[in-house]
């Protein structure tokens, strides 16, 4: 799983960077997402290392604390919460 969006880091603009997911904590009442970008994803496929991001922290209230998968969940909550609003998800 993954999304594309545009992002702006260090005063640089990469209008499809390709974004996902590389850690999440779960605790019973808020859920913590650590993201890493690429300026693409040919950039990510190419194996060439994640850009340097350091806002790249997500936070959200848990509200389904019965889910089964926690990354697939936390990106649900990035998507429905408007963190990314232009982004394309499910990028593979």
Known sequence: MAFTTELTIRGRTYPTA????????AYTTNCICKLRAWEDQAARVAGIEPLPWYENV???????????????????????????????WNVQ
């Open 58 to 88: 997500a936070e959200f209230v848990m509200t389904d604390l019965t889910a089964a998968n926690p990354i697939a969940y936390a990106y649900a909550q990035l998507e429905a919460g408007g963190y990314f609003p232009d982004a394309t």
């Open 18 to 25: 390709y974004v996902n997911i590389d850690t999440v904590q």
